[in-house]
Structure formats: structure tokens, C-alpha cells
């Protein structure tokens, strides 16, 4: 009885973030502009330059304006989530077939974590490129939303090695 509820709440603790993921990928993909404007913003550390002449001023070389640059740092961002998104739904289906007793557990668990790895790695990227940007002075709420992906992701990895 234990492994049927350690074995069902997997599947269903890897589906939350694999659906808030799918709904991400499908936004970035279908209105690419409601976060590309972000991204930008964040590379060319614009608000910061407005807000924050003086803090600015001694970082201002990090920022990256060319909007070509962007658009394919933007990109990349989206293919990356869409390999994580691809791979924590190999993951789920690999559960769900364990858990049928049509897959081992460990290969099952095994996928699942590479999937869940993937996606935190993505909010673990945004965050460090993000301090690079000084993306905290103007973007706090996005920081705030890479530091709880990257602890869910955290958390989801040391739960499906259990």
C-alpha cells in the first residue's frame, strides 16, 4: 500500500510542474512577446539604467542591446524548455507505466528525474544569469518566480529518489 501511494503521488508531483512548464512553452511559443519584452528589458538592463543611474553606471558593460542578440538568447531560453517539457513527459508517462507494472521503477524514476534535473536547471539558469544582469533591481518579481521553480524543481528531484 505504501508503494502505491509513494508511486501515485510521484506522478502526480511531477505533472504540477510539467503542466505549469507546458503552459509556459505554449505562451513563450504562441505569444512570444509577453516575455521576450522581459527578456530583453532584463538583458539591456534597461529599467535598471532608468531607475538606477548610479548602480547602473559601474555594470552598465554587461548589458546587451542588440536586439538580434536577444531574440536569439530569448530562443534559446524556449528550446531549452521545450527539451525539459518533452523530457519531465517522458518521465510522467514512464511513471504512469511503473506504476501499471509495464516499466521498471528505478528506469521510470530514473527518466523522471532527468526531466525534473532539466527543469530545474532552466530556473537555476535564469537565476544566475539574471544576478549577472542585476536583474533584483527592477525585476524582483521574476527573481522571485526562478528562486520558487528552481526550490520546486529541488524538492521534486529528492522526492522521486525516494
Not at 546587451?64 to 519531465?88: D, G, H, P, W, Y
Request: charged letters at 10%; a negative charge.
Amino acid at each position: 500500500m505504501l508503494d502505491t501511494a509513494i508511486a501515485l503521488a510521484q506522478i502526480v508531483a511531477l505533472a504540477g510542474p510539467t503542466a505549469w512548464l507546458a503552459t509556459g512553452v505554449w505562451d513563450n511559443i504562441c505569444h512570444p512577446g509577453n516575455n521576450e519584452t522581459f527578456t530583453a528589458e532584463v538583458l539591456s538592463m534597461s529599467r535598471m539604467r532608468d531607475a538606477y543611474p548610479e548602480q547602473f553606471a559601474p555594470v552598465a558593460h554587461r548589458a546587451i542591446t542588440n536586439r538580434k542578440v536577444q531574440k536569439t538568447m530569448f530562443a534559446v531560453a524556449v528550446v531549452s524548455e521545450c527539451l525539459a517539457l518533452l523530457m519531465m513527459l517522458a518521465g510522467l508517462v514512464a511513471l504512469c507505466l511503473s506504476f501499471l507494472g509495464w516499466m521498471p521503477n528505478d528506469t521510470a524514476r530514473g527518466i523522471a528525474i532527468l526531466g525534473a534535473t532539466m527543469f530545474t536547471s532552466i530556473w537555476m539558469g535564469f537565476l544566475v544569469l539574471g544576478n549577472y544582469f542585476c536583474y533584483w533591481f527592477c525585476h524582483e518579481f521574476g527573481q522571485q518566480t526562478h528562486y520558487m521553480m528552481l526550490l520546486w524543481g529541488f524538492l521534486l528531484i529528492l522526492f522521486l529518489t525516494v
